[in-house]
């Protein structure tokens, strides 16, 4: 009895997956698959690139945050360890006194806050007004938009994501991200979309309604040849052009350093502790194999004397 209640329950497992899978496919949207990219912070050792980091950074900051926001990020993580910014040790100049590893004294993310694009709104005053002042190391980076009507206003009324999670948010990861960024496209000639739209192959979409009449059929079908094309529209331009930001090092200045940069730097803001939960877990592998190994050995003496 109890073998037919689980096998049971098991059908049902499965035939809820199976309809999961088909309504899934029923909605009819497609994208092209993210391009694969070897990333520093992949595999069981991965760590993240400081460098490739403090380029990210700047690249949020000089192009994405104009749009986005970053609001689970404080200034003062930037200088934690593992952080784009992180000081072991003070440079020179720096009083003896003051201890650089620790973020909320780390003279480049004091520097980052105080010189940020946008203010921090504080407040009420005495007087009962908001009032902007200079970001401290302790504030969250403030974003574009005092409030989401005023970032749909501002973009066609699509709202830009804030940018924290976002690569775990979305399917495929850093690499989806990557690819949305690099992979903007003239929309192909067979489908027509509005001015504030942008096509990318990437982008999950159905543009089944977007055909130009002459490709359709009377029954609304695409003619016979005609493909819809994979990927959808979305109301942002594409936001990086080659050259567009000057780095600091001889990193080179293109659409997809741009986009590696700043997708390394999202990965980080979404798992700034990755590095710590990597080591961990090489950490477990290796006790356990000891203890493994140790296990053994006993085993073998334990049972030594007993003749089999
Ligand atoms: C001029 C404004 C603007 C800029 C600059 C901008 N974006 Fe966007 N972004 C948008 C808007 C608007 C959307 C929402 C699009 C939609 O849903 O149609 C969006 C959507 C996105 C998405 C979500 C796509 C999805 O799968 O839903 C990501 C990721 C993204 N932007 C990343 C970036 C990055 C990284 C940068 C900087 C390199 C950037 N954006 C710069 C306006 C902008």
Redesign the pocket.
Known sequence: MKFIAIARTLAFAAAALIAGAASAEASGGTAKHPEHQHWHFSGPFGTYDKDALQRGFQ??EA??A???GLELVAFRNLGQKGGPFYLESCPAGVPDNIDCSNPNDNPIVKAIAANYKYKVVDGPDDSGDMFDREALPSDRIPGPYANEQMARAA?NN????D?SL?TKA?HGGADY?YS??VGFEEAPSTINIAPTQHYNPY?HGDLSQNLKPEFIDEHGHPREGIEVPVGGV????P??SDGMIEYGDDSPQTVEQYARD?TEF?MWAAEPKMEARKSLGVMSMIYLFILAAILYWSYRKVWSKVDH
């Open positions: 690249v949020y192009v994405c104009n749009c986005h973009n699509a709202l830009p994501p940018l976002i979305r991200i949305l960024l982008f979305l109301a942002m331009a936001p990086l700043v999202l």
